[in-house]
């Protein structure tokens, strides 16, 4: 043992034993699997409930695969007259469309004007659209049905189009965009002579184009999802959209499971095709859209 000037030298205690611990990659690996468990599951249970029969489908015993699968509900949803379930899918799609462009619309040049422009009074104009966003949607149901019957727009497209488009969300989503935009290239283009509206047009909407096309994304998935809204303002069949006409599936004392599931089914196809074509953009939007506060 060494001897120090003080005396002996103390040796250090032992090392505490080490406790095996798992790996990180398979921590991460099962919880994507439970993650993904989580959302796939209620979808292949709705995919296979839509090609069971009605017993099956109404029976107690669960089962993910049907025993003598079928398309009758699909048949059924897709030809009746009394569920014309064609002419809501053609209505959502067009309500949805319309709302997403003129959400775009709106929110494009808001928050430019918000983000780049100076004018009096912005930051309390800012304040407000924010405050906006503290308040529930569902306050706003009554007010929006009486404007709506003053402008005799109810049983129309658009009462479903117009009243929701200016919402505070897209405004501030693309201001976050508009701000991290490089201040010199707006000088730039007024050195070479371009206007306000050039430049907006020209130059800050194609560097925007991720940030735009996620937006319009997220409002066509609101407005084709939306199902309060509808019932509150379309009276005829034929007018429904798919989310409020599939809710005559429901009957009062029973359901047809196998019908609600196909049309769900109908309803997630776009949605689904939306989402895959856009995803590239979603991902750069979002991403970009929360550079710079």
């Known amino acids: 043992m060494n001897r120090g000037p003080a005396g002996p030298v103390v040796p250090p205690p032992p090392p505490p034993p080490r406790v095996r611990r798992r790996p ?43 025993q003598e699968p079928t398309l009758a509900a699909y048949r059924e949803i897709l030809g009746s007259a009394r569920l014309p379930v064609l002419r809501w899918l053609g209505n959502s799609l067009l309500v949805a469309l319309l709302h997403s462009a003129l959400v775009v619309t709106i929110s494009t040049t808001a928050a430019y004007a918000l983000a780049r422009l100076e004018f009096p009074f912005r930051r309390t104009m800012l304040g407000l659209v924010l405050a906006t966003m503290f308040v529930p949607g569902v306050i706003f149901l009554i007010p929006h049905f009486l404007i709506v019957n003053e402008l005799g727009w109810l049983n129309s497209y658009a009462s479903l189009v117009v009243p929701s488009a200016a ?11 508009f701000l991290a935009v ?7 283009a007024r050195i070479d002579g371009a206007n306000q509206w050039q430049i907006f047009w020209h130059m ?8 735009v096309a996620t937006l319009a994304v997220l409002a066509f998935l609101s407005s084709w999802n939306d199902f309060l ?12 959209t798919l989310p409020a006409g599939l809710a005559q599936l429901q009957g009062e004392f029973a359901s047809r499971f196998d019908l609600l599931m196909a049309g769900a089914v109908v309803a997630s196809v776009p949605v689904l095709v939306v989402y895959v074509v856009a995803q590239r953009y979603i991902i750069e939007g979002v991403s970009q859209g929360g550079v710079k506060a």
Do not use: H
């Not at 919402?167 to 965009?177: E, K």
């Not at 809204?229 to 429904?240: A, G, I, Q, R």
């Open 24 to 66: 990180r990659r398979l921590v991460l690996g099962l919880t994507v699997l439970a993650l993904t468990a989580v959302f796939v599951v209620p979808l292949l249970l709705m995919v296979s409930t839509s090609f069971k029969s009605v017993e099956e489908a109404n029976s107690l015993d669960f089962s993910l695969v049907p």
């Open 167 to 177: 919402g505070a969300f897209g405004v501030i989503f693309l201001r976050q965009f």
């Open 182 to 188: 490089n201040p010199a290239i707006e000088e730039a």
């Open 204 to 211: 800050m909407l194609p560097l925007a184009k991720p940030a």
């Open 229 to 240: 809204w509808p019932v509150f303002v379309l009276f005829s069949t034929d007018m429904l």
